[in-house]
């Protein structure tokens, strides 16, 4: 399949596939009068890399992981384990900044500035400390 096809069978812009095959993402594809010619196990590729980078993994992540995948059958699960514990920080975080948001909504005081609790969080993360810590209560 040409490039346009495959963009069009993956809902991936051509010149993103173009830019993954120079990452090492997919595979050089043989040529046909100068044009690239992807066989059909190319769609379920680009599905696979949709897949993790949609779970969070970077291009380079990606990269690695796809390579781990002939040498070392195991090798997956440890950078699929990292990203894992990436994504419960980034949970962890996003729901205390949730949580700190709401307060704020919740606030009796027309003007967070005036609100000894929200001077009392600002003041904690001027002192370097997290938000986590700095708006338990």
Do not use: N
Not at 127 to 132: K, R
Request: glycine share 8%; aromatic share 4%.
């Amino acid at each position: 399949m040409t490039i346009g096809e495959l963009a069009h069978a993956t809902g991936v812009a051509a010149s993103a596939l173009r830019y993954w095959e120079g990452l090492g993402l997919l595979p050089a594809p043989a040529r046909s009068s100068g044009q690239r010619r992807y066989p059909a196990s190319a769609a379920p590729l680009v599905g696979r890399v949709l897949l993790l980078r949609d779970c969070g993994f970077t291009l380079r992540e990606i990269a690695a992981f796809l390579a781990s995948r002939p040498d070392e059958p195991g090798a997956w699960r440890e950078l699929a384990a990292a990203k894992l514990g990436e994504l419960d920080e980034q949970i962890a975080r996003a729901r205390t900044a949730r949580t700190a948001l709401a307060h704020a909504l919740a606030c009796p005081h027309e003007e967070l500035g005036e609100c000894p609790t929200h001077a009392g969080i600002v003041d904690a993360r001027l002192a370097g400390v997290p938000l986590a810590e700095a708006h338990r209560h």
